[in-house]
């Protein structure tokens, strides 16, 4: 088991391309990404993303909710030609509420830490910094330095019951 930490800021178009630009000059530059991710939260957290141009589709779990400071998390590889009856599974599962949150990102890794420019359909531009962990112990150091990322790119942290309004808005019942 893993563990995601994570920090998210939603910005204005200038600020976007403004860091944009400084991390085109300042960070290495790990892809762009074309994606769909099915979010369900009830019973539990639960999100397929589909990549364009990948086979796979990746069916992460993750544990608790956005006001903490790290959440765990499990992936799992999902052939695209079996996601129907995946779903079909989730719904007999108790799964009902469900979010297609499209999304664009470009990727970087500046500060030993990946930082994500995304434009996403219904949001608007987040961007996320985050890092992995398998050791509980480094959570609150990684936390830390994300906390300074976010100065040194002038970003100002979107307050996870923020971010919970605006994702709760979003959730569809009956998928």
């Known amino acids: 088991m893993v563990f995601e930490v994570e920090k998210r800021a939603k910005v204005s178009l200038s600020q976007f391309n403004k860091i944009k630009r400084f991390l085109d000059k300042n960070a290495k530059y790990l892809g762009k990404e074309s994606m769909k991710s099915f979010?369900?939260?009830?019973?539990?957290?639960?999100?397929?993303?589909?990549?364009?141009?990948?086979?796979?589709?990746?069916?992460?779990?993750?544990?608790?909710?956005?006001?903490?400071?790290?959440?765990?998390?499990?992936?799992?590889?999902?052939?695209i030609n079996k996601l129907n009856k995946f779903i079909l599974v989730l719904k007999s599962m108790g799964f009902k509420e469900c979010i297609l949150k499209k999304t664009?990102?470009?990727?970087?890794?500046?500060?030993?830490?990946?930082?994500?420019?995304n434009k996403i359909e219904s949001l608007g531009l987040i961007i996320e910094i985050e890092a992995i962990t398998n050791k509980k112990s480094k959570i609150n150091k990684l936390s830390?330095?994300?906390?300074?990322?976010?100065?040194?790119?002038?970003l100002k942290e979107l307050h996870f019951s923020v971010y919970q309004k605006m994702m709760d808005k979003l959730y569809v019942r009956n998928v």
């Open 39 to 79: 979010l369900f939260n009830k019973p539990a957290y639960l999100r397929i993303r589909v990549i364009k141009g990948n086979k796979n589709a990746i069916i992460t779990y993750k544990s608790g909710n956005y006001k903490h400071k790290a959440r765990k998390e499990l992936n799992k590889k999902i052939g």
């Open 104 to 117: 664009e990102r470009q990727s970087y890794k500046f500060n030993g830490l990946k930082v994500e420019l």
């Open 144 to 154: 830390k330095k994300i906390e300074e990322t976010m100065k040194i790119l002038n």
